[in-house]
């Protein structure tokens, strides 16, 4: 399996990150799918095909499930949610995934205390829309503060991304999403 390049050697959560000024166009990534609001697949082999080696895992966040499956029913009674409500959670988190990085190049990182999850997925942290001054966003606090997401507690990285979890809004988007009224297909 093809290793992923360490792009930044200390990790920095927040919106406004500072990616060191050696990194160059290509050494960035391309987004090449969204499967939900923390998983995605880059273009680490830079040939623009989907590999299963390229399967990314944002770490340090949970979102919600996009179809039916035990994880879904633990959050909706970990949250108090419908099954609709849950599912459109999930939806939302995807629907912000793609918007946010979809065919667009991003820096990716590792930064949990392993490179691969149980499901060899790569955790890593994505940092993206770089300004002039390399200043990132960094996805996974900008997934929590819209409320799409809740941090993955067993995570390395749980007791910095707290302080962008929100709640209040995670209840807020799971109004929004009853009213989708989304329709589960088999």
Not at 104 to 112: D, L, M, T
């Amino acid at each position: 399996m093809k290793k992923l390049l360490i792009i930044i050697s200390a990790l920095f959560i927040g919106s406004n990150t500072v990616i060191p000024s050696n990194i160059t166009p290509n050494e960035q990534y391309k987004v090449l799918k969204v499967i939900d609001g923390d998983t995605v697949y880059i273009d680490s082999n830079r040939n623009n095909t989907i590999e299963k080696d390229e399967r990314v895992r944002l770490n340090g966040i949970d979102a919600f499930e996009t179809r039916i499956s035990p994880k879904l029913e633990w959050q909706k009674r970990n949250y108090n949610l419908t099954t609709q409500e849950a599912l459109g959670l999930g939806y939302l988190g995807q629907k912000f995934a793609q918007k946010e990085l979809l065919n667009k190049y991003v820096f990716a990182e590792y930064s949990a205390d392993t490179q691969f999850d149980p499901n060899n997925r790569h955790l890593m942290s994505i940092y993206y829309n770089c300004n002039k001054q390399n200043k990132c966003k960094n996805y996974e606090a900008e997934i929590l503060k819209k409320g799409l997401a809740t941090v993955f507690m067993k995570s390395n990285l749980a007791k910095d991304l707290g302080q962008y979890e929100n709640k209040r809004k995670i209840y807020k988007n799971a109004i929004k999403a009853r009213k989708l009224k989304l329709k589960l297909i088999n």
